[in-house]
């Protein structure tokens, strides 16, 4: 038996916005001590790892390890139902076929059920190595999408390096070339700060389009974090107070 | 030109 549930339903509502571009059917993976997702998408060029713990749920409870497979593109339609304040819980029993979901909103007394049937999904998983990123940038999140729109409409890719004084967002198309370079911002408003964790200078370049899918999730956060090392996968990260955090991976693109 | 690479020649399936 599962059930969790979660009185802020909202997050919930905007985790799925923020994945639902980016992978079609996942496997939930229940535990008693949380609900965390690994997929990613078509091309297997990004990776969507979402870790939720237990301590954030209003209630939850989870007797034992479950799967529950999931059409990401179903999930989010029933998302539609619920109320941007509506609490949400989901119960799946043992063996189950399908995940209930029940928005509640207790004010109006409204309340909505809904049974998604559950899928069984084959999709492989990856062991995701702890890595020591040697670049590790905190800037806002809303900052960070709008330089990602910027820049998309001047190139596909953009190139991203760090050092001890900046990261730079540098771009390059037949519009012509320029860079967008944030240095270390300590500004007293905290949600302005740019904040540079640099060991190791670091050089790569990216799809901005994916970049612009994950920063659907800076609704999530007023932070995105940026860790990056030179020879592995860029991760973006989004962490959800009291609950847990989403991440993202992104493959480098390599120059020929 | 810059080539996409995948995940997979960065981490391996489990």
Known sequence: MFEAKLTEGLILKKIVESI????????????PSGISLQAMDSSHVALV?????MDGFEHYRADTNMVLGVSIANLAKVMKLADNNDQITLQADQEATHLKIIFENPKTERTTEFNLNLITIDSEHLAIPETEYSSVVTIN????????????????TVQITTNTDYVQFSVEGEVGSGQVRLGHNDSEKKEDQTILEVSESVQQQFAIRYLNMFNKASTLSSFTRLCLHQEQPLVV???IDNLGVLKYFLAPKISD | IELQGTLKSFFEEM
């Open chain 1, 237 to 239: 990260e989004f962490k």
């Open chain 1, 49 to 53: 790892s979402l870790n939720l713990s």
């Open chain 1, 20 to 31: 639902k571009d980016i992978v079609t059917d996942v496997n939930i993976d229940i535990s």
């Open chain 1, 141 to 156: 999140s809303g900052e960070f999408s709008k330089i990602c729109k910027e820049l998309f409409s001047l190139s596909e």
